[in-house]
C-alpha cells in the first residue's frame, strides 16, 4: 500500500495542474526509478498498474511498489518502507 505525505500530495498535483492546462483528460502515471517515482503523463495504464488516489487526483502505479512516498528538493518523488 502507498501513503504519500502532504508534500507529495502537492507535488503531485502540481504536476497534474501543469498537464493540464494542456490537456484538460491528462492523466499521470508514476514510474519506478530506483527509490524514486517519476511522474510521466500517460494516455492509459501500463499492463500491471493499479490506481491510486492521491486527494481528488487518480494517478497509476506499477503493482507492487509500496511504502511512503515523501516529496524533496525540486519536488522529486521518493518512496521509502512504510
Known sequence: MLTFTDRAADAITTFHAAAARWDPSARLRLVRHGAE???MFA???GDD???VAVGSITV???AGV???VDAGE???????AG
Open 60 to 62: 497509476w502505479v506499477p
Open 49 to 51: 498498474d493499479v490506481e
Open 66 to 68: 509500496d511504502g511512503r
Open 37 to 39: 517515482l517519476r511522474p
Open 74 to 80: 525540486h519536488n522529486v518523488l521518493t518512496v521509502s
Open 43 to 45: 494516455d492509459g495504464a
